[in-house]
Antibody
């Protein structure tokens, strides 16, 4: 079955760029049936949608993060990536990659998540 | 704070019926957007529990039910079991062009 796996540094210094990659296995990232998403979970708080990308490269971002976020896709590697610039301690969170069906605004498959801590 | 409002915690004894509310506004739930629910068991990733207000993915017990009315939605669990102890999140879409989540509700089985 399809699986998602996040990878990337667990520690990022303030003002630097957070970079994460999600590898899709067991299925095609080029399927026209899904958007590929990033969501984060701040410690002790709720979930926050960051954005998602279609296999064609079309992107949709949370307006509150849009100025700092870039999501890209590499269909040849079956991967999509997140870059978040000028990070602060407020960006410390567990970052999940997830799959969103084109038929509805819900996320039916999640990766295991990776904790990213912003600290000097 | 989160765009959708959920009670921070609810509790019940085994066998009880509990409900978790999710309150939005005219720009999200009230605008007609569907509500979806996720269950996050301790130490695991969020799992889709309901989509489009009341639709259960395969494998979700029918002890769980979802509903939506006006600017709110509810998740109900009947015949509460110890294994239901988890965090529950609601999610919808907002006219601000953003996916929005609730702050989460911790369900404790007494």
């Amino acid at each position: 079955q399809v699986q998602l796996q996040e990878s990337g540094p667990g520690l990022v210094k303030p003002s630097q760029t957070l970079s994460l990659t999600c590898t899709v296995s067991g299925g095609s990232i080029s399927s026209g049936n899904y958007y590929w998403s990033w969501i984060r979970h701040h410690p002790g708080k709720g979930l926050e949608w960051i954005g998602y990308i279609y296999h064609s490269g079309s992107t949709y971002y949370n307006p509150s993060l849009k100025s700092r976020v870039t999501i890209s896709v590499d269909t040849s590697k079956s991967q999509f990536s997140l870059k978040l610039t000028f990070v602060t301690a407020a960006d410390t969170a567990v970052y999940y990659c997830a799959r969103r069906a084109t038929t509805g605004w819900y996320f039916d498959l999640w990766g295991r998540g990776t904790l990213v801590t912003v600290s000097s | 704070q989160s765009v959708l409002t959920q009670p921070p915690s609810v509790s019940g004894a085994p066998g009880d019926r509990v409900t978790i509310s999710c309150t939005g506004s005219s720009s999200n739930i009230g605008a007609g957007y569907d509500v979806h629910w996720y269950q996050q068991l301790p130490g695991t990733v969020p799992k889709l529990l309901f989509y489009a207000n009341s639709n259960r993915p395969s494998g979700v017990p029918d002890r769980f039910s979802g509903s939506k009315s006006g600017t709110s939605a509810s998740l109900a669990i009947t015949g509460l079991q110890a294994e239901d102890e988890a965090d529950y999140y609601c999610q919808s879409y907002d006219n601000s062009l953003s996916v929005v989540f609730g702050g989460g509700t911790k369900l404790t089985v007494l």
